[in-house]
């Protein structure tokens, strides 16, 4: 089983309208959750981080997270074709200085 | 915010030629950085962990004697690709924490773009 797990997509949506991320993890004493986009031909690039269960809003970027459920999502709204990339989830076991990466879901917007 | 500087961001050689690549944490201190490697549509790879003041822990079939890596100061890692060959054209990417935050973030540098002819 793999430890962070993301849907590859493609996910496509409409400019204007909301994109969901989805992610889940396997190791349930993880205390940091990371969100990073990747442009193609670039290096990932923080979007947000969450630490504690619920919603922490940045912009048109929220991310959400439920331990019980290990899971750790992010929403962005009025999406934009520039928004346009692979979105990687990174989770942070707590103890340990690694970060496991999921593979990532790529988002195409739509104009 | 915190930066991490990368340098080459690209980088030609020819096949048994060594080429080493630089990561620096600009603003903060990291006792550790990751170095990954991705190729064309594929995920990104840790490949070894670099650690201040003692040796890298790499990953499993990563040579470490192909693949050296330095990290002589604590905002300063490097990774030495030896003898290289055109299957090791890839993308080199590193990444690095700010030691002194538990749950920091990792931030990445702009990655080097290796191609081996």
């Known amino acids: 089983q793999k430890e962070v797990e993301q849907n590859s997509g493609p996910l496509s949506v409409p400019e204007g309208a909301i994109a969901s991320l989805n992610c889940t993890y396997s190791?349930?004493?993880?205390?940091?959750f990371f969100w990073y986009r990747q442009y193609s031909g670039k290096s990932p690039e923080l979007i947000m981080f969450?630490?504690?269960?619920g919603d922490k809003e940045d912009g048109r970027f929220t991310a959400q997270l439920n331990k019980a459920s290990q899971y750790v999502s992010l929403l962005i709204r009025d999406s934009q074709p520039s928004d346009s990339a692979t979105y990687l989830c990174?989770?942070?076991?707590?103890?340990?200085?690694?970060?496991?990466f999921g593979t990532g879901t790529r988002l195409k917007v739509l104009a | 915010g915190a930066v991490v500087s990368q340098h080459p961001s690209r980088v030609i050689c020819k096949s048994g030629t060594s080429v080493k690549i630089e990561c620096r944490s600009l603003?903060?201190?990291?006792?550790?950085m990751f170095w990954y490697r991705q190729f064309p549509k594929q995920s990104l790879m840790l490949m070894a962990t670099?650690?201040?003041?003692?040796?890298?822990?790499?990953e499993q079939g990563v040579e470490k004697d192909k693949f050296l890596i330095n990290h002589a100061s604590l905002t300063l890692s490097t990774l030495t690709v030896t003898s290289a060959h055109p299957e090791d054209s890839s993308f080199y990417i590193c990444?690095?924490?700010?030691?002194?935050?538990?749950?920091?973030?990792?931030?990445f540098g702009n990655g080097t773009r290796l191609t081996v002819t």
């Open positions: 990444s690095a924490r700010n030691s002194r935050q538990s749950s920091s973030p990792l931030h």
């Open positions: 190791d349930r004493g993880s205390q940091s």
């Open positions: 969450i630490y504690s269960n």
């Open positions: 990174a989770v942070n076991p707590g103890g340990t200085y690694k970060y496991i």
């Open positions: 603003d903060f201190q990291a006792t550790t």
């Open positions: 670099s650690n201040e003041g003692s040796k890298a822990t790499y």
